[in-house]
């Protein structure tokens, strides 16, 4: 059995770890609350504003419309947004799983011949990416130190411009999704090329248009993939904290239950050391009579 002095070193490192989580837990659910009203009210706009965007770009051709254009895939991009820093339960492990798995059943060819390039975004996923030899693009991995439009819009950019060069056929976007505090759903979406079936669905002769499709369209379709991935950004942070707040909180509870067992522990040995006096007195006194 442990002596009293390391169960209470025991004890007292338990005690500050307890108040670390706590206060950490804290932190994440002050951020959390702005971060949730963010992307809950990003995301009415987002999606009319997607919707809008394949209503009226199914009626396109792929010369009008390079953004949908369908050729064969070549080379790939897979942006991976993760968190910068850890102590957030599964959440980026999450994003790196669902990475993996999308490269093994639909780009394991592609893979294998070093035609499949990861963007990261957050730390984490630089990491990751990097200690395991893949292709990386790292110039936005950084994104999440500031978070904001202009910065999301940087990114967005450089993806529309290595598409439309034809750099990458098709780029997925993999992220946690914000369900609630303690639900993120992991998500992967096509982000380029725009999805035909998804377009074809809808009507695309219900607007009319002015100055003309055409120009409408040409704006229309660039600010709207800039939408979607910032909005993809909002989800993943806010994600991020949710994530943050529940690990914090399942630590600060299990350290509580470490305290109580911790306790009993010191307060058995404390009473088998005094047993071990008194039968120490007594035989001492036996031998002395």
């Not at 254009?69 to 102590?87: F, H």
């Not at 030899?133 to 999440?144: A, C, F, R, T, W």
């Not at 505090?181 to 002015?210: G, K, M, N, R």
């Not at 709207?224 to 707040?245: D, N, P, T, V, W």
């Amino acid at each position: 059995m442990a002596n009293l002095k390391e169960v209470k070193s025991r004890i007292n490192s338990v005690k500050s770890t307890q108040q670390i989580t706590k206060a950490m837990k804290m932190v994440a659910a002050a951020k959390l609350r702005k971060a949730q009203d963010n992307i809950l009210q990003m995301r009415p706009y987002a999606e009319k504003l997607n919707g809008i965007l394949k209503g009226v770009s199914a009626s396109l051709d792929t010369e009008d419309n390079i953004f949908s254009e369908q050729r064969p895939v070549d080379n790939v991009l897979i942006v991976a947004i993760s968190s910068d820093r850890g102590l957030c339960g599964p959440f980026n492990s999450n994003v790196f799983k669902a990475t993996n798995a999308i490269i093994a059943e639909k780009y394991a060819e592609e893979f294998k011949e070093g035609r499949v390039t990861i963007l990261p975004i957050g730390k984490k996923s630089l990491d990751y990416f990097r200690k395991r030899k893949y292709n990386i693009h790292p110039d936005y991995s950084e994104l999440l130190l500031n978070l904001n439009f202009d910065e999301a819009k940087k990114a967005a950019e450089f993806i529309m411009k290595a598409f439309e060069d034809k750099k990458f056929d098709v780029v997925e976007v993999v992220y946690n999704e914000f369900k609630n505090v303690a639900t993120q759903i992991i998500c992967t979406e096509q982000f380029l090329p725009i999805s035909q079936e998804e377009e074809e669905a809808i009507d695309a002769h219900d607007y009319i248009y002015q100055p003309s499709q055409k120009t409408l369209v040409e704006h229309l379709i660039p600010t709207s993939l800039k939408i979607q991935l910032y909005k993809a950004l909002l989800e993943s942070f806010a994600s991020e904290h949710g994530a943050r707040m529940t690990a914090m909180d399942k630590a600060t509870e299990n350290a509580g239950e470490l305290l109580k067992d911790l306790k009993l522990t010191y307060n058995q040995t404390r009473q088998a050391a005094i047993t071990n006096e008194i039968l120490e007195i007594v035989a001492g006194a036996e031998a002395l009579g």
